[in-house]
Nanobody, 123 residues
Framework: QSHFVETGGGSVEPGGSLSLSCEALGFTLTGPAVAWFRQVPGQQREGVACIGSNVAIKFYAESVEGRFTISRDHAKNTVYLQMNNLKSEDTAVYLC????????????????WGQGTQVTVSS
């Protein structure tokens, strides 16, 4: 069965860092774009970062630009999200998704989703 395994979430103080991983099992990630989204209860899901099949193509939400870095390792079938200088407003469940034909932060373009990993930023 095809699915994602997301790891790396946890609790950190403001200004801290976390690194998330999203490994695809049962299918390959080499073709379509992959993106990280985040979800806060009661709010709309927000696109955070995406990366194309060509790893040089990346796009970030303005709220995380300069603090988050997305990368992918085709050999490991894994996408990463390095999060630095975390803020309380970054607290959310982070999910990876794939299926979009190009790097884009619109949720509707993605058809395969992970279960998510919780990130909590609090002092």
């Amino acid at each position: 069965q095809s699915h994602f395994v997301e790891t790396g979430g946890g609790s950190v103080e403001p200004g801290g860092s976390l690194s998330l991983s999203c490994e695809a099992l049962g299918f390959t990630l080499t073709g379509p774009a992959v993106a990280w989204f985040r979800q806060v209860p009661g709010q709309q899901r927000e696109g955070v970062a995406c990366i194309g099949s060509n790893v040089a193509i990346k796009f970030y939400a303005e709220s995380v630009e300069g603090r988050f870095t997305i990368s992918r390792d085709h050999a490991k079938n894994t996408v990463y999200l390095q999060m630095n200088n975390l803020k309380s407003e970054d607290t959310a469940v982070y999910l990876c998704a794939t299926g979009a034909p190009w790097c884009d932060l619109r949720e509707i373009l993605y058809d395969t989703w992970g279960q998510g990993t919780q990130v909590t930023v609090s002092s």
